[in-house]
Structures are given as C-alpha cells and as structure tokens.
C-alpha cells in the first residue's frame, strides 16, 4: 500500500544558545488508510512529531512527505494550502471559535479555500453533525455546548474538506471514559466509512490497543512499532 | 477576504463591551478634535471678517509728486483683466481737510467714492442708520461719531476748510455707523466729483482699492498685479504686508489648533491600538488554529484590519454626530449679552470630512501592530497541549 505520510532522518533540536534535541533521526511511513497511535511519556517529543508531520513546525534536519509530496521546500502559503486540503488536525482542547456555532465552526476549514457555500457541502456538514451526533446543537454557539459535544464539533470540522489524514493530538484528553469510547468509535467509523489515515498520539493505553499500529516514542526515539 | 471580514463583524459582536468602548474613544476623539477645529476656524474667520471683511484687501497708490492717478481708467481696466480673483473694484479721492463747526475745527478725511462700487467693499449703504447716500454734488455723509462729538445733524451744512484755504459747504445727507471709531470720526464720505473738487485735482484719482475672493492670496494677487500695470508710478499694497502682527497671530493659532487634534488623534489611535492588541491575545488560540486549519497569513491579519475599519467608520460617523452636538450646544449656552453667539460657528464640510476620513486612517493605522501580531502568530506557540 503507498505511503500517505513518510518521515525521513528527522532531528528536531529547540533552542539557540542552549540547544535541546527533542528529535533523533526519525524514519517513519504511515500507509493510506492506517489507523495509528503513538504513545509516549510526556516530553518523549510524540507532539512535537505530530507537529511535524502536520506542517506546523519544521524540523531541524530532515524530510517530510505528505501524499508523495515533498513539503520542506513548500513557501508558508503553500503549506497552508496543503494542510486546509489534505489534513484535518484534532487537538485537546477544541478551539472552536465562541463567536460561531456548531456548523459554522465546522464549516470553516471548507470557508477558508472557499467563501461561498454550495448546496453539497451544505449536506456534507449536516451529515458529519449527524455522525457526530450533533442535529440538535449545530446552531448553537460553540461556547453553548458541553464538552463532550465541543469535542465532536472539532472532530466534524477536521472532516469537513474529507482531508486524507487526521492528525489527532489526545482528542480526548479532556473527556471522561464514557465520552471518551464514544469519540473514539466515531473515529474508527470515519476511518473505515472515508479510507481516511489517523495518527493520534494518546497515553490512554487501552485506546491505543485498538488501533492497528502503535508507536512508542521514548527519549526522541521511536521505542517500539507494532502491527497488529 | 470575505472570511476575514466575517470573522471580524463576529469578533466586533461578540465582544460588545469592549467594542462599545472602542467606538466611544474614537467618537470623543473625532467630537473633540471637530469641536476645536471649527472653533478656532470659527474665531478665525471672525476676526478676519472683522479685521479686514470691510476694508480694501489690495490698494494702488500713486508715487508721483501729485500723489494722483491720471489715467485712471486704464488703471481700473488693467487691474480688471490682471486676476479674475479680484472682485469689488473701487476708484477713491482722498485727502485731508478740515472740518469747521462751531466750537472747534477738526481735521477730517475727505473720501470720494463712486457710492455704488465703494458700497462692495463698505457697505455703506446699509450701514447708514439715518438719511441716504450722496447722490448729487456737495453731498456727503457723516459718521456717527463725528455727529455727536460736533453735533451736526441730517440737513445741516457742513463747512469744510480747503487745502487751499478756501471754504466750501456740504448738504449732510445722511449719517453712517461703519463699526470702526477712528472711520466714524474722521471720514467724510462724498462723491469722486465733490471731492476732486474740494482738493482741486480735476479729473484724477489718489488710490485704487479693491478686495480678492481669497483673502489669503492677496500678496501673490498683488505681485501679478503689480506686473500687469503698465503705469510706471504706481505702488501696490496688500492687507496682508500691513498686518504681519495679526497674520501671525493667527498663524500661531492655526498651529496651535493643529497641533491640539493631532495630539487628539495619536492619544485615539493609541487606545484602539492597544485594544485590539489585546484583543488578538485574546483570540490566539483561535487564531492558531485558523492557521493549523489554513487560514492564510494575510487574512489572520486583515480580520484586524476589517475590524480596525469598522470600528473607525461608525466611531467616525458617531463623533461627527457629537461634535456637531456639542458646537450646537456651545452656540446655544456661550452668548453675548444679545443672544449671539460668542464665537459664530462655522461649517466646514471638507474639514468635517477631513475629520471623518482622519479618525477612518487612524482606526486603520491602529489595527495594522495587532495586525502584524496575528499575521506573525505561529500556530505551535498556542496549540500546546496541558
């Protein structure tokens, strides 16, 4: 299967004066389609990965491939196009805008490229509320939802331009275990629904038993890498 | 773009105290600075209305021997052709002579005008409280203060002395009031014909006066004037080389008006500044991630930008509003004793606009640092986890 994602000999060091390698030499292919997690301890270096791969830090030494696609050559507003079309990020915390609801949260991603919103994409966002869970709240303003449901809006807004890669850093951090499993099924749902490949970095242990390849980052370095 | 100014109208919304704050500087901003500009421009205008409003803004006089011009009508064609600036052309015999009443005898000025051209620049007509405008000869008209001070009534002859030491009477038509103490006392206002006459000058002249449309122009006025005069013993005068102390006086005020509103004005833009700096530390995180979703660099910082403009644009109209409010209100409670205003206010469009546009840049310019901050915002520094 091809590489959606392959990393090449990445060294990240943070500092000028007082220089701390974070990264060492990482190699590393996520395939189309994968379902992947990377564990770690704190400061193991597992965000400042995803972080890389997701375009929003560069590495100090090294290349990174998205769909084949060389990006350490790319100009900022090249990147910013790559990552609108082709990657949806979920983070910890939701970092919805307050100032708009449900739906025009979740339709920002797609406003971004494009202002105006056509018939389809109108259907595609009530679709992802729906899978999300979200019909009843979508008009509400983002901060007039429980956390749970903020969760999900920021799920459904990383799916909304049906990006090839989710890159999903302890999506569910802040939830309780219940919330938690429910996030979780509708990631795996996407997964096999959109053939859409996930990286999501975790320290829940029994979450990471359920995806299909897990990373261990420990020390800059990757510890262990098992297929199941 | 269109995202940007969306996202902006909903930050302005959301954040309604601070934008009501915002929108409140800029206003009192605008308010005071066109308050304090049509002041002083008020006042200046007055005074210069008072000042030289009626008077000759650019005179010729003659420097022969005589003191006289001959050939006035070519005079007064050439100065006609010389600017179409030059309005209110008015030839004049004046000179010096002696009024004889009663009591005492008093040195007066003897002024021949043609009534209807000197009226342009006078308004003497309106200004005669009893009686009429000389019309035929040996008529003339007296100020109001020589009236009292010698106790010449309408209908009386008034005795003037020649220079040449004879005496000759004049039918007093009418008594004028022209505002001015010195004017009142001494002129004796007369036919051209009754006044070359009483100096025995025959058929010439002694000045030219007129007055210009822009009243600020009159030196440069003068100069082209002074070429196009084919004459060769002619001077020309402007009220502005004869009134350097009030020019500059109101030169001082001018600056010093100035330097009020621009001072206004940085104090605003500091304070938009400054909020909406904050504002974009506020909004960092959704920031960051419009920028990890792709938001271009650009339109993070025009959502600033748009909200700099709006913010400029109703706190430009809203102290429009305010300042006229309080002009309104200063013309209403600061009266003279009569019920005038102290200051008469006047409106000066272009300036308000001036005023509007103003507060429209520095609302524009004050967005441009938090602009900058959001434009150079890196996504990684807000999206951390923990």
Wanted: aromatic share 6%; proline share 3%; glycine share 8%.
């Amino acid at each position: 299967m091809a590489n959606m994602i392959e990393l090449k000999k990445i060294d990240k060091v943070y500092g000028e004066k007082i220089k701390t390698q974070v990264l060492f030499g990482i190699d590393l292919k996520f395939e189309e389609k994968g379902f992947n997690s990377i564990i770690g301890e704190s400061g193991s270096g597992k965000s400042t990965l995803l972080n890389i791969i997701g375009t929003l830090d560069k590495p100090t030494s090294g290349q990174v491939f998205i769909d084949g696609k060389r990006t350490d050559t790319l100009s900022k507003s090249e990147l910013a196009v790559l990552r609108n079309k082709t990657m949806g990020f979920i983070f910890q915390f939701h970092y919805l805008l307050p100032e708009f609801t449900a739906k025009e949260n979740v339709l920002m991603p797609y406003r971004i490229q494009n202002y105006n919103i056509t018939r389809e994409i109108d259907k595609w966002a009530d679709e992802l509320l729906e899978l999300t869970g979200l019909t009843k709240v979508k008009n509400n303003l983002a901060t007039d939802m429980s956390g749970g449901q903020q969760q999900r809006t920021a799920i459904a807004r990383a799916l909304i331009n049906k990006p090839k890669i989710i890159l999903a850093d302890e999506p569910t951090g802040n939830l309780d275990s219940d919330t938690s499993e429910t996030i979780y099924s509708i990631l795996r749902d996407i997964n096999e629904n959109y053939k859409t490949t996930f990286v999501i970095i975790t320290h829940d242990k029994r979450i990471a038993e359920k995806t299909d390849r897990i990373i261990e980052i420990k020390d800059g370095k990757i510890n262990m890498d098992v297929k199941r | 773009m269109r995202l940007a100014f969306k996202i902006a109208l909903r930050f302005l919304k959301s954040g309604r105290g601070q934008t009501i704050l915002i929108v409140l500087g800029i206003s009192v901003g605008v308010a005071v600075q066109l308050f304090i500009g049509s002041l002083i421009q008020g006042l200046q205008i007055n005074l210069l209305e008072t000042t030289i409003g009626s008077s000759s803004h650019i005179t010729i006089n003659p420097t022969n021997e005589e003191k006289t011009i001959d050939n006035y009508d070519r005079v007064l064609y050439e100065t006609n052709i010389s600017s179409p600036e030059i309005i209110n052309i008015s030839p004049a015999v004046d000179g010096p002579s002696n009024l004889d009443y009663e009591e005492d005898i008093v040195q007066v000025l003897i002024r021949g005008f043609n009534i209807e051209d000197a009226d342009k620049i006078y308004k003497i007509n309106s200004n005669i409280y009893e009686g009429r405008a000389p019309e035929r000869k040996d008529e003339v008209i007296i100020g109001k203060d020589l009236a009292l001070k010698s106790g010449l009534k309408l209908g009386d002859d008034a005795v003037i002395i020649t220079p040449g030491g004879g005496s000759l009477k004049l039918n007093i038509v009418g008594l004028y009031d022209l505002k001015v103490a010195s004017i009142n006392e001494t002129w004796l206002i007369t036919s051209m014909e009754t006044a070359q006459d009483i100096l025995s000058i025959d058929d010439k002249i002694t000045s030219v006066e007129m007055q210009v449309k822009e009243e600020f122009d009159a030196d440069i006025i003068a100069k082209d004037l002074s070429y196009t005069l084919s004459q060769e013993d002619l001077k020309v005068d402007n009220w502005k080389d004869q009134n350097q102390s009030l020019l500059s006086g109101l030169n001082g005020q001018s600056v010093s008006s100035v330097m009020i509103q621009v001072f206004v004005l940085v104090a605003v833009l500091l304070g938009i500044s400054s909020v909406l700096a904050i504002s974009v530390v506020q909004r960092s995180r959704q920031l960051g991630i419009l920028k990890a979703m792709g938001i271009q660099d650009r339109d993070a910082s025009l959502i600033f930008v748009f909200q700099g403009l709006m913010l400029g644009v109703i706190g430009a109209f809203l102290g429009i509003a305010l300042g006229f409010g309080l002009l309104i209100m200063f013309t209403k409670f600061a009266v003279n004793p009569d019920g005038s205003p102290v200051v008469p206010i006047y409106i000066n469009n272009g300036f308000i606009a001036l005023s509007g546009l103003f507060a429209l840049l520095s609302a524009t310019i004050a967005s441009l640092i938090p602009a900058r901050i959001s434009s150079k915002l890196n996504p990684i520094e807000v999206i951390k986890n923990g």
